[in-house]
């Protein structure tokens, strides 16, 4: 309890004497309360899964928010403190200046310099605003139809969990990160016909996307963006993994960036061992795989995933080969957990249906 109140203490200290960019996070955060509270109050009210799904998310939001701010220990941020602070620096510098006999004045401020520069590259996420990205999108003349993605590796770029940003021409993809130094890359649109998987990268939970844990104008644009982490094993043995997505030859993408690159591509999915399935399995097996990793990974919505699903199953009822054979490839669809009995029944029903109507009798 006694850690909690610090916390709101330094937390009222940060409203009444921090800068204008302390501020701004601390409004942010009671704005998210206002927006929960009034959010749980509809969802009651109006009895909303959607206004409950807003209210949660504004709670979390505040939480992140809160734990990520940082304040200096033993020291409240108050103007009486920091006047302190001055007095004490004048005083060793200028007890410094009388026992050495020389001005260490110039070495304290580039000692300084080089201290603000080490803090300004490791937290180099806050130094984007709004105005600094308006800016990068006139000078690299970003599109409308841009989209946020997060690249979680780029080897041959040398890049690693950045935020960045993806439009299209006529011919190349456009890259747009936004790291310590905002950079452009271009990828010629023949090359991304495809987008292939990676799937079970092993996730260091402390270390993984830290820079986007400091609030800031893109920690909020971009928390959407951070990849699905789930466990595999039990107790100490349990590891925490990722599956991603690839642009290219090794532009990785998070997950939750994949949906909208696909539809900005009008890439097609592909495995690594797709030919493989296809030869032990059959194409529909392939097909409903796909379907299924693109929908475990957030890519598909659920009714795109039944669309899609069913398209797959009725070209299979459709197809020319024997009732076995036909039959063979829905157990294997059933035995994948691909799909349930109910929809291998219905559709076993519709392909008698439709080669009756067609006058071709196939025994059971």
Not at 177 to 184: D, L, M, P, Q, Y
Not at 336 to 344: F, N, P, Q, S
Request: charged share 30%.
């Amino acid at each position: 309890m006694r850690g909690e109140g610090n916390r709101m203490g330094q937390i009222l200290n940060a409203l009444r004497y921090g800068n204008a960019k302390t501020k701004r996070y601390i409004i942010s955060i009671v704005l998210l309360l206002i927006l929960g509270g009034v959010s749980i109050i509809r969802a009651v009210r109006f009895g909303s899964p959607l206004w409950a799904m807003v209210g949660v998310f504004a709670f979390l939001l505040v939480v992140v928010f809160i734990n990520s701010l940082k304040f200096i220990e033993g020291q409240e941020l108050n103007p009486r403190n920091q006047n302190k602070t001055k007095d004490r620096d004048s005083f060793d510098k200028e007890k410094s200046f009388k026992d050495n006999g020389k001005d260490v004045s110039s070495v304290d401020e580039d000692e300084q310099e080089a201290d603000e520069l080490a803090t300004e590259n490791e937290n180099y996420i806050e130094q984007y605003d709004e105005k600094k990205l308006k800016k990068l999108f006139y000078y690299y003349k970003v599109k409308r139809n841009h989209i946020p993605i997060l690249i979680d590796s780029w080897e041959s770029k040398k890049i690693k969990q950045c935020p960045a940003y993806l439009w299209m021409d006529k011919s190349q993809l456009h890259v747009l990160t936004i790291g310590k130094e905002a950079n452009k890359y271009e990828l010629p649109r023949k090359q991304l016909l495809k987008l292939t998987y990676d799937k079970g990268r092993i996730v260091n939970r402390k270390e993984d996307y830290y820079i986007l844990k400091t609030p800031s104008l893109l920690s909020l644009a971009f928390s959407g963006f951070l990849p699905t982490v789930y466990e595999e094993g039990e107790g100490i043995r349990a590891t925490y993994k990722k599956n991603l997505y690839v642009i290219g030859s090794d532009l990785k993408i998070t997950n939750t960036s994949a949906k909208s690159v696909f539809d900005l591509l009008q890439a097609d999915f592909s495995l690594l061992e797709e030919e493989l399935y296809t030869k032990r399995y059959s194409p529909y097996f392939t097909s409903a795989y796909k379907l299924n990793i693109l929908l475990k990974d957030g890519v598909l919505s659920v009714s795109d995933y039944k669309r899609k699903i069913k398209e797959v199953l009725l070209a299979l009822a459709q197809a020319e080969i024997s009732l076995d054979v036909f039959k063979t490839y829905m157990n294997q669809l059933i035995q994948g957990r691909l799909i349930t009995k109910e929809y291998a029944e219905y559709y076993v029903e519709y392909r008698m249906k439709q080669k009756e109507r067609s006058g071709v009798i196939e025994r059971q």
